[in-house]
């Protein structure tokens, strides 16, 4: 074979071996593109269930929060209707005690020596059983009632706060 003969076939065979590779390059091409592409679909499918799962997740919180909130308001409500009942009978029985209506009195403790300086109440037509009693002065039961209405605010208020602790932390 001449020299000229020898570089041609050499260059016919360096082209054959370049199309063959390209035609290999794209065929692997094709074949990648396919697995690429399911890859992505499934990707795709992945991450829509997971914020479907997410979504679902911040509906049942949300759900959660609002019927907590829904026992918060009821059992709020319960405790300013057990307040206003409370305040509305100290007003009732402050009025009673103004009227001279009602009168407090004390259970009197036996004293041997006899040396009780508290007046007596008088203790003909009493329905009372027991020992002697003395009434209190109206302005003395009225401070009482006022101490005994504070009370009654504080272990209402107190109440609540039990009552919305163990709610929230239900």
């Known amino acids: ?3 000229g003969a020898m570089k041609l076939a050499l260059v016919g065979v360096l082209a054959l071996l370049l199309l063959t590779a390209g035609g290999v390059w794209k065929v692997q091409d094709w ?3 396919k697995k690429l592409a399911e890859q992505a679909g499934l990707h795709k499918d992945d991450l829509t269930s997971i914020s479907n799962a997410a979504a679902a997740q911040v509906r049942a919180d949300q759900d959660k929060r609002l019927a907590l909130e829904q026992r918060l308001a009821t059992n709020d409500q319960t405790h300013y209707q057990a307040l206003t009942n409370a305040q509305k009978d100290q007003a009732r029985l402050r009025d009673r005690l103004t009227t001279s209506d009602l009168r407090l009195s004390v259970l009197l403790a036996e004293d041997s020596a ?9 203790g003909a037509g009493g329905v009372v059983h027991g020992g002697a009693r003395a009434r209190l002065d109206p302005a003395h039961a009225q401070r009482i009632i006022g101490i005994t209405d504070s009370g009654d605010q504080g272990l209402i208020a107190l109440a609540a706060c039990q009552a919305y602790v163990k709610e929230v932390s239900r």
Do not use: F, I, L, Q
């Not at 040396?115 to 007596?120: K, L």
């Open 1 to 3: 074979m001449s020299p």
């Open 31 to 33: 074949r990648y593109g």
């Open 114 to 122: 006899g040396g009780c300086s508290v007046p007596a109440g008088t």
